[in-house]
């Protein structure tokens, strides 16, 4: 940890104590206590020139004194999220000399320190940088929590820390804080929130390939894909069929999906760069960015220009909403997406005295969701990097799906006027399919209902639930179980088929499971207090016969 007094940087702003954090931060400090995943997300660059380390460490400290974001740290009271800024630059700074000079080695090293003890509530936590002494050179990257910074602020930051480093005089910045106060959202607003939150698709999971019990294969894996210098045709095609790069690239993510995925209705989250609705210019370090969900439901017989165009659309209307309660209406209604797609553009080359500056360099990026793809721009040309759940999906089946995704873009760049069947056909075409595939998962050990009978057996008169209005035994619970399952067998129920379950939580809702459970089958549980076009659609999306209210 290295600390000092607060000088004076051109700071014009800063959090009250015990400010209310945004709707994004209160979700990330949510999910990070809540042991959910850690968003720490790490950038840095090779700079061609010998490290002064105390010139290196100096130029760290101001620059987490310049932006108050820097010096965030949070409480939880009450289930409410509160930031507060400290008033020294705490962080944590380390500098090692590495003989091998590659990114993985720097990857290596650096990570364990980058993703180890984050804790929210904690000064100086969320904010970690690492360097490396090559002798000749050396390399950096800033760690930054996304409930402090988010894509755009990471470019802001290496390149204030490299100005500062070269010994260069940096202009005032305005806080993040200045540009966060709320503003009261009409009844209109708030419907159409909540209207396209409910009109989402059911979320679907991914297959799953793979299986671990290693915790470090399960977070922060990715894999790059290099499609080269695609750049000109892919801005001059969405150009010419009105769409935009962002809304091309989705759709060409929705392709991928629906074979990932082995349905038509798909749909994914995506992030907002999130300044110009605060008018915030890109000098400020903060967490500007929303995540937001995108419709993404493939018409097969559809033109692939015409999706395109649609999805330019849904996105621009997600993010109209931005400031809403857009995420939490989402949550709400049960459509979170397990998947998310990002857009990094080309960054301009960063300029610090006679320092040689080469091009970002991301070390990780731990998700929580299944895949996350992001899309990265630079001199090189288009990457696509999915950063993947390891213990879902294996690494032959992420590059299967980035081999994927080059095929279906260069075929809907050549050909957009074509349909997005023979555009996944083409991609197809004398390759192996994303789907069908093996799955390695072993069977499980034992069914749900296995240990609950045994339980059952041996003490029928023991506690299994225990209500407000009441407990329920064992062998109450289990009779009950017994009689569903009989149930279901009289109703010509197959163990190949799947039941749907109206439920709430009740000690009903646990006896059927353990009834579909023994009798065989899988089952799907299913609000019974949602609106009967929802639960049509759902039953729809399940596509069985069989309930149980």
Known sequence: MFSSATPDYGVTGFAPMGMPASANQTRYVKAELADRGTYMIAVGHLVSAPLDEDRFRAAVDALVVRHPALRSRFDLIDGTVLVHVEPNAHYRCQVTQLADTSLEAFRAW?????????????????????????????????????????????????????????????????????????????????????????????????????????????????????????????????????????????????????????????????????????????????????????????????????????????????????????????????????????LFPREAPIRAADLKIGPREFLDRQTEFDLNLMWAEDKDGLKARAFYNGARLSDARIKLFLATQERILRAALDTPEATCAEIIAAARADHEAVLPIKTSSPAPARRLHSRFFQQAAGTPDAVAIIQSDGRKSYGT????????????????????????????????????????SAYGCSFALIDCTYPAVRLTRMLEAIGTPFVIE
């Open 477 to 516: 619970l289990a009779a009950r179980a017994l009689d569903i399952a009989r149930g279901l067998s009289a109703a010509g129920v197959k163990e190949s088929d799947r039941v749907a379950i109206f439920a709430q939580r009740t000690p009903e809702m646990v006896a059927a499971m353990l009834g579909v």
């Open 110 to 342: 650096a990570l364990p320190l980058a993703l180890a003890d984050v804790d929210p509530l904690e000064p100086g936590s969320l904010i970690r940088v690492f360097a490396a002494d090559y002798g000749d050179r050396w390399r950096f990257t800033i760690v930054g929590h996304h409930a402090i910074t988010d894509g755009l602020s990471r470019g802001v930051m290496n390149k204030d820390l490299l100005k500062l480093y070269a010994g260069e005089e940096l202009q005032p910045v305005t806080s993040y804080y200045d540009h966060t106060l709320a503003e009261a959202l009409s009844d209109d607003i708030r419907d159409q929130a909540v209207s396209m939150a409910q009109a989402l698709p059911m979320p679907s999971r991914i297959v799953p390939d793979a299986i671990t019990d290693q915790k470090d294969a399960v977070t922060g894996q990715f894999l790059t894909h290099d499609m080269g210098p695609i750049q000109r045709q892919l801005n001059k095609t969405a150009k010419t069929i009105g769409t935009t790069k962002f809304g091309f690239l989705a759709s060409v993510y929705a392709l991928g999906l629906r074979g990932l995925m082995g349905t038509d209705a798909v749909s994914t989250f995506f992030q907002s760069a999130g300044r110009q609705s605060l008018d915030a210019p890109t000098s400020v370090v903060g967490s500007f960015s929303n995540t937001l969900p995108l419709d993404l439901t493939v018409d097969p017989d559809q033109l692939f220009a015409s999706f395109a165009l649609t999805n330019k659309e849904r996105s621009q209307s997600a993010i109209a909403l931005e400031n809403t309660q857009l995420l939490d209406h989402v949550l709400e209604s049960g459509v979170a997406p397990s998947v998310s797609i990002n």
